[in-house]
């Protein structure tokens, strides 16, 4: 697999967070990169991967033993919170929403 550079975010650093907003093109999996540089120009490096979705047609890992994977939105939820999922399915039929 190879990445797409699809936007990029020159940022000072404040005393609060700072944004770089971005609106993804397509839905996907994407990669998330945050550079920063000290002082003395060392520099630290985080990745996050993340699965966006929304119009557009969207192929998922396959298995031949036609599971459904779920991915939670949230790691935990409170009692009360609403819970949300991603279902990771190549074709749906019927309805499209929930």
Not at 11 to 17: G, N
Not at 30 to 35: D, E, K, P, S
Not at 68 to 77: D, G, N, P, R, S
Request: net charge positive; proline share 3%.
């Amino acid at each position: 697999m190879s990445w797409v550079k699809e936007n990029s975010c020159t940022l000072q650093s404040q005393s609060s967070a700072v944004p770089c907003d971005f609106i993804p093109a397509q839905p996907g999996y994407y990669q998330f990169v945050a550079t920063i540089h000290d002082d003395r120009q060392r520099e630290q490096q985080t990745t996050l991967y993340a699965w966006v979705t929304g119009l557009g047609n969207l192929v998922w890992d396959q298995s031949d033993d036609a599971t459904l994977q779920i991915v939670a939105e949230q790691e935990k939820y409170r009692v009360g919170e609403t819970a949300r999922y991603l279902l990771k399915k190549t074709r749906f039929r019927g309805r499209k929403r929930w």
